[in-house]
């Protein structure tokens, strides 16, 4: 344990003398790229920033308004049946969206019902299995200039639904 420990403080150190050496070797100007790199990810969060601000608002207007709520308690009927608490519910729906907003959700859960409650386990794996496929998609699709997703999406949300249930098996066998 105590080896996986130091190797585990060492990685970052390590990773930077290898790019720093490895610059050495090649001959290159080590600061130049590191500027030019720097430049090219300030353009890229520049390019990146009106889809970014879009879905942060459009998920805060949600919340606030009290649709996630209306949304949980129509879907809750139905996904009760399934093993999924309604008020799980809009942590499925937001994460889609916002890791950040999920993870206030998940807060709340945590709060009402408890972290080792069924739906506070259920949350807690739910934001490990799952993406924020919204965002993700806009945001490196926005940035790689990629215009044909005809299957990302579809096979994104597939990828989604998987991680529902595999929160929902794994919850169920923790308890």
């Known amino acids: 344990m105590r080896f996986l420990m ?6 970052i150190p390590l990773i930077i003398f290898y790019i720093l050496g490895f610059g050495v070797l090649m ?3 080590i600061y ?3 500027v030019e790199g ?3 990810g300030f353009k890229t969060v520049v390019k990146i920033m009106p889809t970014l601000v879009g879905l942060l608002v459009a998920v805060g207007i949600l919340r606030a308004s009290g649709f996630l709520d209306v949304i949980s308690q129509a879907l809750g009927k139905v996904t009760e049946g399934f093993g999924l608490p309604s008020s799980v519910v809009p ?3 937001v994460r889609l969206f916002s890791a950040s907003a999920a993870n206030g959700l998940v807060l709340d859960i945590f709060k009402e019902f408890g972290a080792d409650s069924y739906a506070g386990r259920v949350a807690a794996i739910l ?6 496929v919204f965002y993700t998609m806009s945001l490196y699709c926005t940035a790689a200039k990629i215009t044909k997703t005809r299957y990302t999406l579809p096979g994104a949300l ?3 639904a998987a991680g ?3 929160s929902l098996v794994v919850a169920r066998y923790m308890g």
Do not use: P, W
């Open 6 to 11: 130091f190797i585990s403080n060492m990685l």
């Open 27 to 29: 001959k290159r100007n």
């Open 32 to 34: 130049e790229d590191f």
């Open 38 to 40: 720097a430049a090219d």
């Open 91 to 93: 942590v499925v729906i």
């Open 127 to 132: 934001m490990s299995c799952t993406e924020t």
């Open 158 to 160: 597939a990828a989604t």
């Open 164 to 166: 529902v249930i595999a």
